[in-house]
């Protein structure tokens, strides 16, 4: 059995659908096809939950009435026999309806979750209509019914396995199954997600869960590049990496995957696929245990970095201070990215600034605190990078006038990662791309 996940560009359109209808189709293995939002859906559902958060209904009302225009029009291209599009028209009326609904009782937090789980109820129900359409045998698989995230907000495959297998035996006249990503359900039984992007991970753990042949993760673009193609002008597609490497680079910030896509994979040795919707010719990039080759890979950056510095003469000759600061963070479940120390002093960064005051609070008593916001981490990512000789030169030597707070190295044998303000990150990464990869 395999994994085939399709973003928000690769549903936007109704031709796209069309099309991810024949790609699915070409397929002679079973496959679970994971969807996404229409993009533009989950933003738009964002927005619409944050104004009946602050009470501006008004608003909250018309951006509701504007996306059901978007999904009106899309139906109207998507199918076109008469029994299609009388289903679609009320599978749209059933969720606007709902969103409706919404806008008249009080707002919570678990009420906002299922505003944002409406994309993707949408857009794998209205592929459905369309396989129907199109005579395609199939199941409408509810992720709600598997997909379920413990209280700590972890996904545990082991239960996701022994749901999806008993549902996959309702079907056993099936091979081919769809469902949606991002979606879940918590420890309170309340609709839930995986957080932005989370379709991705929807899909790595369910393809853990079903221990599948592949993962594919079909985009908009031909796999994994060298570095962001939305900030440098000349990227190249990697061929092969490792699950260690792809892991670096979603945790540091590639969007082309979810941060914690990549371990269920790794720990159940499936391959992942990146492949491009638009271009299903393209080669991809194949995520593997090998990397394939040695040397640096990529760079990516990950953005809305703190970086707090305690100070402290204490810490001199002192042991156990780190434990005691690291203490802090771990209390308030806030991880840390990067860390540097010297003898007085330690630096580490968190992107997750929801306790901050309670942390700094907390530090106090181990010295004087200082703090800077908007800080970015440029990552370099690559098999074995810090045994590569000369790697330190050339990463150096690339950097022309740009301040950097904090360098770490040799954390990971895969990774070096810099800190710098955000408003240098572009002129850093279009920098790294010439000097480590010769690209203009
Ligand atoms: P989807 O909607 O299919 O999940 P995303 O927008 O989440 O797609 O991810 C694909 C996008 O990731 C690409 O269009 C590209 O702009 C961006 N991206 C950022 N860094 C990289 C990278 N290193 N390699 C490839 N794409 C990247
Ligand atoms: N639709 C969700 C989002 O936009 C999940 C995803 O696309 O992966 O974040
Ligand atoms: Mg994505």
Not at 26 to 36: D, F, G, M, Q, W
Not at 271 to 281: A, C, F, G, H
Not at 388 to 407: A, C, E, H, Q, Y
């Amino acid at each position: 059995m395999k994994v085939m996940k399709f973003g928000g560009t690769s549903v936007g359109k109704p031709e796209r659908m069309h099309h991810i209808a024949g790609l699915v189709t070409k397929e002679t293995e079973p496959t679970i096809v994971v969807l996404s939002a229409l993009s533009g859906s989950t933003n738009a559902l964002v927005e619409i939950a944050e104004n009946i958060a602050k009470g501006d209904r008004g608003v909250a009302k018309q951006l509701i009435d504007k996306l059901e225009a978007h999904y009106q029009q899309f139906i109207s291209e998507l199918v076109k026999k008469p029994a299609a599009t009388e289903k679609a028209k009320s599978i749209i009326a059933e969720h606007f309806e709902f969103l409706n609904i919404i806008l008249k009782i009080s707002f919570s937090e678990a009420l906002s979750k299922d505003i944002l789980a409406q994309g993707e109820l949408l857009s794998t129900k209205l592929f459905s209509v369309y396989l129907e359409e199109q005579e395609i045998a199939h199941a409408l698989i509810p992720a709600l019914e598997f997909m379920t995230i413990d209280s700590y907000d972890e996904p545990q495959i082991g239960s996701i396995k022994v749901k999806l297998s008993q549902i996959i035996k309702q079907h056993a006249d099936k091979t081919l199954f769809v469902t949606q990503g991002y979606i879940s359900r918590n420890a309170r039984g309340e609709v839930d997600n995986l957080k932005r992007g989370g379709s991705d991970y929807s899909a790595s753990l369910i393809a853990a869960a079903i221990n599948a042949t592949v993962c594919e993760i079909w985009t908009d673009i031909d796999g994994m590049h060298n570095n962001d193609p939305r900030i440098v002008n000349k990227t190249l597609p990697i061929t092969q990496m490792s699950f260690d490497e792809a892991a670096e680079l979603a945790y540091f910030g590639a969007k082309i995957l979810h941060p914690a896509s990549i371990w269920p994979a790794q720990q159940y040795k499936i391959p992942v696929k990146l492949l491009n919707t638009m271009q299903p010719e393209a080669k991809g990039t194949l995520v593997v245990e090998e990397a394939g080759s040695v040397g640096v890979k990529a760079v990516a950056a990950k953005d809305n970095i703190i970086a707090i510095r305690i100070k402290s003469s204490r810490m001199l000759l002192a042991y156990g201070f780190l434990r005691k600061i690291f203490e802090v963070f771990e209390k308030y479940r806030t991880p840390i990215d990067m860390i540097t120390t010297s003898e007085v002093a330690v630096s580490l960064t968190i992107d997750n600034p929801i306790f901050l005051k309670e942390i700094l609070r907390e530090l106090e008593p181990f010295g004087t605190t200082e703090v800077d916001y908007n800080q970015a981490i440029i990552s370099v990512v690559g098999n074995e990078i810090s045994q590569t000789t000369d790697i330190i030169r050339k990463l150096f030597g690339s950097i022309v006038n740009i301040p950097i707070r904090m360098v770490s190295y040799g954390g990971s044998p895969h990774n070096i990662s810099l800190l710098t303000d955000a408003e240098h990150k572009i002129q850093l990464l279009q920098q790294l791309n010439k000097g480590m990869f010769g690209l203009d």
